[in-house]
Antibody, heavy 127, light 107 residues
């Protein structure tokens, strides 16, 4: 069955760039039916959507993070990645990757709920 | 941006009790509303999408209702394994906002 696995450094220094990769197995990120997203959760707090990407490169970002976020996809490796620049302690969180269905109604693309999640990876921002 | 407000933020109920959690959107989102369950130390799990459609494999004691701005997640008979934090999420348009969560405990 489809599985997602996050990977990347667990410790990032303030002002540097956080980089994570999500490897998808048991299915292809090149499917026309899905977007692939990143969500984070600071310790003891709630969930925050970061952004989502279609295999072709089309993206949606959370406006609160948009100036610092880049999400990209590598179909040859069946992976998608997150880069978050100029990190501070407030970016310390568990970062999840997840799959969401894509629907096109007339010409408008709609994103659905996140139905399959990775296990999450803890990233700490500290010097 | 549309804000999602959950209430209560926490509750304690007895095994077998009927539990209701509310999620309110600051603007109408038709039925583009999902509910997730996150057990302590675990990954969030999709319970309900389209406000009332049960995800495959989710026990039938869970149900969702509502449309527009007001939504409800109901557990008809609370079980010990239902101890978790529950989140609503709207997905009608970006940003895909989550509610603040409702922590459910056993009395």
């Amino acid at each position: 069955q489809l599985q997602l696995q996050e990977s990347g450094p667990g410790l990032v220094k303030p002002s540097e760039t956080l980089s994570l990769t999500c490897t998808v197995s048991g299915g292809s990120i090149s499917s026309s039916s899905y977007y692939w997203g990143w969500i984070r959760q600071p310790p003891g707090k709630g969930l925050e959507w970061i952004g989502s990407i279609y295999y072709s490169g089309s993206t949606y970002y959370n406006p609160s993070l948009k100036s610092r976020v880049t999400i990209s996809a590598d179909t040859s490796k069946n992976q998608f990645s997150l880069k978050l620049s100029s990190v501070t302690a407030a970016d310390t969180a568990v970062y999840y990757c997840a799959r969401q269905s894509r629907r096109v109604v007339v010409v408008i693309t709609h994103l659905d709920a996140f139905d399959i999640w990775g296990q999450g990876t803890m990233v700490t921002v500290s010097s | 941006d549309i804000q999602m407000t959950q209430s209560p933020s926490s509750l304690s109920a007895s095994v077998g009790d009927r539990v209701t959690i509310t999620c309110r959107a600051s603007q109408g989102i038709t039925n583009f509303l999902a509910w997730y369950q996150q057990k302590p130390g675990k990954v969030p799990k999709l319970l309900i999408y389209a406000a009332s459609t049960l995800q495959s494999g989710v026990p039938s004691r869970f149900s969702g209702s509502g449309s527009g701005t007001d939504f409800t997640l109901t557990i008809s008979s609370l079980q010990p394994e239902d101890v978790a934090t529950y989140y609503c999420q709207k997905y009608n348009s970006a940003p895909l906002t989550f509610g603040g969560g409702t922590k459910v405990e056993i009395k």
